[in-house]
């Protein structure tokens, strides 16, 4: 049996490749099994069911490198230059609804106040522990090392949590969906941002670890 299927379009962030999950399920761990095995389910969805993956140029580039640090051979990188069309999207023509800026806007001074509240508390904490720590004859390097050490490694984690997780942080993470808008196509990813402003601009999104099954299920009809 053949399924003939109208023309299919996705548009993958890069975490649609290098999501920890999806590698431990694909490749037992390994980021280039994992990713060879995806590119090959995306050639064969190209040829037997005109399906098209896409990347904006800087997400591409964001993953090219990322491959790069992680040693993968230049015979994946090939298939994947192959078969992952690039193009920009147009940012100029793309038409995104005003509610949907305002909305961002007031996401982004909601977490910038909240980053502000953590920063406030951090600087309170460490320097009342530092106070103690002097009161009881603790050497300065000691304070450094156990009190204000640590308060930034805290800080650091919290303030990111609060401030980058669920929203749009990069240029790559905006691309993805002004392209996916542009194209009327679905996103792909593993990131929390993207999912909730693919779905807030009326995108459908596919999960990183949900894509793959969704090519060979597909694939699974096609003589």
């Known amino acids: ?26 490749g037992g761990g390994d980021l ?5 095995f995806l590119i090959e389910l995306i050639a064969s969805s190209r040829i037997k069911l005109n399906m098209s993956c896409h990347m904006p140029p800087i997400t591409y580039k964001e993953f090219s490198e990322y491959m790069a640090r992680n040693e ?10 192959t078969w992952v069309v690039k193009k920009t999207p147009n940012r100029y023509d793309t038409k995104i609804p005003s509610q949907i800026f305002y ?8 977490r910038m106040n909240k980053g502000m509240r953590i920063s406030e508390n951090a600087i309170w904490e460490t320097a009342v522990e530092s106070m103690v720590g002097m009161s009881r004859g603790d050497k300065k390097s000691q304070i450094e090392a156990d009190v204000i050490g640590r308060a930034i490694a805290d800080f650091r984690k919290h ?8 929203t749009l942080d990069s240029a790559p993470d905006l691309d993805v969906l002004l392209l996916a808008k542009e194209l009327d196509a679905g996103v792909v990813a593993a990131d929390e941002g993207i999912k909730v402003w693919a779905e807030r601009l009326g995108l459908r999104f596919l999960s990183a670890k949900s894509f793959p099954k969704m090519m060979k299920e597909y694939l699974k009809y096609y003589d």
Request: one cysteine or more.
């Open 159 to 166: 303030y990111r949590l609060a401030l980058r997780k669920g």
């Open 32 to 36: 280039v099994k994992t990713v060879d």
């Open 72 to 81: 993968c051979p230049d015979e994946v990188m090939v298939k994947a230059d």
């Open 1 to 26: 049996m053949i399924i003939i299927l109208a023309k299919q379009r996705f548009v993958l962030d890069t975490t649609a490749f290098t999501d920890n999950q999806l590698r431990d399920k694909l």
């Open 103 to 110: 909305e961002y806007v007031q996401d982004m001074r909601e």
